[in-house]
């Protein structure tokens, strides 16, 4: 198993992002797809779910209406498309799988909110 995230960087309050998460080495279809968020000193939180199909979906409260998770079982990719960013939102965020008895994370891509 293979979690590849990328498209983080450096944004201006209010401005968007969109990370990209590259699996391979399983069947990314039957699986459930998460991303998570870890910010310095703190616990990593679960920001977004989505199923393995795509129809169903869970954001965590503090990013309702300006994230969406989504998914191509195509191109074997899970999205996180970030809207009208905030300081807070600035962490390393991952990209997780739970597999089996397994729990796989990709290496995480910086997100940094800043003017």
């Known amino acids: 198993v293979q979690l590849v995230e990328s498209g983080g960087g450096l944004v201006q309050p209010g401005g968007s992002l969109r990370l990209s998460c590259a699996a391979s080495?399983?069947?990314?279809?039957?699986?459930?797809m998460s991303w998570y968020r870890q910010a310095p000193g703190k616990v990593r939180e679960l920001v977004a779910g989505?199923?393995?199909?795509?129809?169903?979906?869970n954001y965590a409260d503090s990013i309702k209406g300006r994230f969406t998770i989504s998914r191509s079982n195509v191109k074997n990719t899970v999205y996180l498309q970030m809207n009208s960013l905030k300081p807070e939102d600035t962490a390393v965020y991952y990209c997780?799988?739970?597999?089996?008895?397994?729990?796989?994370w990709g290496q995480g891509t910086q997100v940094t909110v800043s003017s």
């Open positions: 997780n799988l739970i597999y089996g008895s397994a729990n796989y």
């Open positions: 989505i199923s393995s199909a795509g129809g169903g979906t």
């Open positions: 080495g399983f069947t990314f279809s039957n699986y459930r």
